[in-house]
């Protein structure tokens, strides 16, 4: 199976030079003390330097673990996380930004 997301940049404030993406999961407990357990399972990277559109696409293991939820207990979600480097269109000389964004998914069986 595949994860396909596409991004129009053609009326961005920022001008966008690398897009990164990775598909992970997160499984989260209740207790308060313990981090979050996290995998990356594809990973995706494309320089779109003056690019006005992109597309990604990730691979789902076919013997994935659906994504639930246990009232008061576990939690196992699947999810996108972006990393877009970009400056502004009027400063090409300018600092480089990073924005960070994750789009959470539902892995149904």
Known sequence: DLARQGHDMSTSALRCLQVDASLETEETTTT???????????????????????????SIPSDATPSFSVPGGVTYRWLIRFAFRAQPWNNRAGAIESVHWELPIVLAV
Do not use: G, Y
């Open 32 to 58: 308060k003390t313990t981090q979050p357990i996290r995998r990356v399972w594809d990973e995706w990277s494309e320089v779109t330097v003056d690019a006005q559109s992109s597309h990604i696409m990730l």
